[in-house]
């Protein structure tokens, strides 16, 4: 069988076809749990050992968890873990995880998204943290809150994630992320929650 021309290419130039093929990139959702793979993966052998590992870094993994409080006005939190279905073989390429936090905020019952964005950095020497709030909720003209108003939350959320992330450092691996450390990720202790 003849070698594909595409495959006779430089590495670097194949690898940025392989990127323009999967765009626009794909995003999880809890009702879209797991990304749908190009068919460019499935051509040849060649092709999916040098394409997945890519697709798989660029595409983010997005959960959601939902704080709720008790009759008792303590907190629970609620999340679905459906990246446990996702192979091993696949969770050791993402790079992007994408936390979406929602919970009524104490005092006014506001409801309240934060996402945060954790990017392992190439090599897996470290991570960049990044957070936003729902961009509905910040135009919302009745709204009572300021972003501000949220900063003990997100401090607490940021705290946990840079603890969870420095213990999941493995020495000159860096992080190594599978499902089992991003549900430590997500299991925020609530006591801490303000």
């Not at 323009?20 to 068919?39: A, D, G, I, Q, Y």
């Not at 992330?165 to 997500?186: C, F, M, P, Q, S």
Request: aromatic share 12%.
């Amino acid at each position: 069988m003849a070698q594909s021309p595409l495959l006779s290419l430089p590495k670097e130039l194949r690898e940025q076809i392989y990127i323009n093929s999967f765009l626009p990139l794909p995003t999880t959702t809890t009702k879209r749990p797991h990304p749908s793979e190009p068919p460019l993966t499935r051509v040849s052998q060649v092709m999916r050992r040098e394409s997945l590992p890519l697709f798989y870094s660029l595409t983010p993994l997005h959960t959601t968890s939902t704080l709720d409080r008790t009759s008792y006005n303590k907190a629970a939190l609620r999340y679905y873990p459906w990246y446990h279905d996702l192979p091993a073989s696949r969770f050791q390429y993402l790079k992007l995880f994408v936390l979406e936090f929602k919970f009524l905020e104490r005092y006014f019952g506001e409801p309240v998204t934060i996402t945060f964005e954790i990017k392992l950095v190439k090599g897996g020497k470290g991570w960049v943290i990044q957070y936003y709030f729902e961009e509905g909720w910040l135009r919302d003209p009745n709204r009572r809150l300021e972003p501000g108003d949220c900063e003990e939350v997100v401090g607490v959320l940021r705290g946990h994630f840079e603890g969870v992330l420095g213990e999941l450092v493995k020495g000159e691996e860096g992080v190594v992320l599978d499902a089992e450390g991003l549900d430590r990720l997500l299991e925020v202790d609530t006591e801490t929650l303000p």
